[in-house]
């Protein structure tokens, strides 16, 4: 808020009289017929009718804040990154937490992996980081990423959620005309290289008690690079310092009904009170050598590493420390892309993780080639030179050039990786191996029962052979899962029909 009451003027600067006055024809002041020459009124009803920009596809409903970075370690051996190097140096940070199946204004208390969103404004330009709430993702193919989001969202006929949707493809519903509709998208029980992920989506880690209480994982592998080209193989974590915490499905269930917008509230107050959320930021390290003998593939995202093989190596401590001053302006409108990163951070060879969208609304004022275009609003650079190598005004460049031709650095390991050919990968034992030492995971936590009882909870609307199909892929991980599903959906007499769902 202003100290002084601004003077109110039309969207073009121009002051004007009262904004809730418009121009009339003729002398009676209720019966005058209104005019198109009133700049004002058109002008409102025209903003009225815009002021929402497109819902993202997915990650549409986010709660944000603002934050610092402070190194907290030397990390010099591992890269060259300013914003990393430095004990106690600090950067600015804005953090956005999404669902990412549900649209903007839906509750949030549902169990779903969150975004997590980051910008880091270093002083060699920004750092994005695009992460989610568990370290493994439903798929390894990115050609597969627009369908496993599709079956988590609604049926394209019914406009629901839709369990038989989520689990499996089936013809499941009727059109009046008596037609059968095939969903466009289905999913888990045929795409079983996200068991790893479905297991922990049903965890406690899909239903987070507060995003206070998340831990993030950048699931791809970067490179952490210096200036002198070498480079290490990177995972990257953010663990929560206030512990990560579930909700159970009770409590989920009547928060979504009671106080959709919990998550944003608890944010809110936590900041406002002091309680400053913070998560210390933690990379696992491997070189190039380890990484070629690895007996997981590093690059695939359905995998992590283990602990016990590499350990956590803290670098940093993030921490939120003031709420958006308006939603829509600092944490709606923050676009953010894999693609943006600074010198000493750069992408690997994991095929999921190639740049995505560069937002026009994210131009910085020394991209100097980059000229006109929508969203132009910061800087169109004056009259500095539009080409390459002027001699009128030269630019200078920093670091080595990478092969993706930013100045990261990092020597390229991409003949170890070998040729560009295209498949579909294929699922083996061995894509259950993980998921099977989470099982245990969930065993030492005292969490199996709930993981059933979660599942059961979804699988019980799907249809018979969907839930079949869906215990048939959890007896890989363990045959007892699938024992305790069935169990599960015998006591709630769940087991469906295969007709096609009447809902
Ligand atoms: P460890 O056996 O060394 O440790 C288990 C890890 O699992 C913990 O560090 C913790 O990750 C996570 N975890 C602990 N309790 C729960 C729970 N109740 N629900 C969900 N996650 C929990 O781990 P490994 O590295 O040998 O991996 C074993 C399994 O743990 C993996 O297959 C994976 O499913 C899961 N895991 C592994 C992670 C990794 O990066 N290696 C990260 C997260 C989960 P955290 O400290 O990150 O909270």
Redesign the pocket.
């Known amino acids: 808020m202003t100290a002084e009451a601004p003077i109110y003027t039309l969207s073009e600067g121009c002051p004007y009289a009262d904004p809730s006055t418009a121009q009339r024809f003729g002398n009676s002041p209720v019966k005058g017929l209104m005019l198109l020459q009133d700049t004002q009124l058109i002008e409102t009803l025209a903003h009225f009718s815009r002021e929402r920009i497109p819902e993202r596809t997915v990650h549409a409903a986010a709660v944000g804040a603002w934050g610092e970075f402070e190194v907290t370690h030397d990390n010099s051996r591992l890269t060259s990154a300013s914003f990393l190097n430095g004990i106690g140096k600090k950067s600015k940070v804005l953090l956005r937490i999404s669902t990412v199946g549900p649209e903007r204004g839906s509750a949030e208390t549902v169990r779903d992996v969150r975004g997590w969103a980051m910008k880091i404004f270093t002083e060699e330009g920004n750092q994005d980081f695009v992460f989610n709430s ?3 993702f439903f798929v390894r193919d990115p050609i597969k990423f627009p369908s496993v989001n599709r079956s988590h969202k609604r049926n394209p006929a019914k406009n629901t959620a839709d369990s038989t949707m989520f689990w499996e493809q089936v013809l499941n519903v009727t059109l009046p005309d008596g037609r059968w509709l095939i969903p466009s998208s289905s999913f888990h029980n045929n795409n079983q290289e996200g068991i ?1 992920a479905l ?2 989506l049903f ?3 899909g239903l987070p008690s507060s995003l206070r209480q998340i ?1 993030s ?1 950048s699931g791809h592998t970067y490179k952490l690079t210096k200036e002198d080209g070498s480079f290490v193989y990177v ?1 990257f ?1 953010f ?1 929560s310092n206030q512990g ?1 915490q ?1 909700m159970s499905l009770e409590q989920a269930t009547k928060l979504a009904g009671e106080e959709p917008e919990h998550h944003t509230i608890d944010m809110w107050n936590a900041i406002e009170r002091g309680e400053y959320p913070s998560w210390t930021f933690c990379a ?1 390290v491997m070189t190039a050598d380890q990484a070629e003998k690895y007996r997981w593939n590093i690059f695939d995202m359905t995998k ?6 590499f350990p ?1 190596q803290p670098l940093g401590k993030l921490t939120l420390n003031r709420n958006p001053e308006n939603y829509f302006a600092d944490i709606e409108q923050a676009a953010f892309s894999p693609s943006t990163m600074v010198p000493g951070i750069a992408p690997s060879a994991d095929p999921s993780e190639s740049p995505s969208l560069r937002p026009s609304a994210g131009l910085l004022p020394r991209a100097y080639a980059d000229r006109d275009g929508a969203m132009r609003y910061m800087t169109n650079y004056g009259d500095d030179p539009n080409y390459v190598r002027s001699s009128l005004r030269p630019v200078t460049f920093r670091g080595s050039l990478g092969a993706n031709g930013s100045a990261n650095g990092g020597r390229e390991h991409e003949d170890w990786v070998g040729k560009v050919t295209a498949y579909a990968s294929e699922v083996t034992d061995d894509d259950f191996e ?2 099977r ?2 099982w ?3 065993q ?2 005292g ?1 199996q029962e709930s993981f059933v009882d979660n599942v059961v909870a979804h699988l019980k609307s799907a249809m018979a052979r969907v839930q079949q199909g869906a215990m048939d892929m959890f007896s890989r991980v363990d045959p007892a899962i699938a024992k305790a599903i069935k169990a599960g959906l015998d006591k709630h007499s769940a087991i469906q029909t295969d007709q096609p769902s009447k809902k």
């Open positions: 568990i370290p493994v790893h297991m922990l965890s406690s880690r831990n994982y995972k974590h663990k990560v579930g696992q992590v590493w283990p602990h016990a093989d956590l993980q998921a030492a989470f245990k995971v969930l030492t936590a969490e």
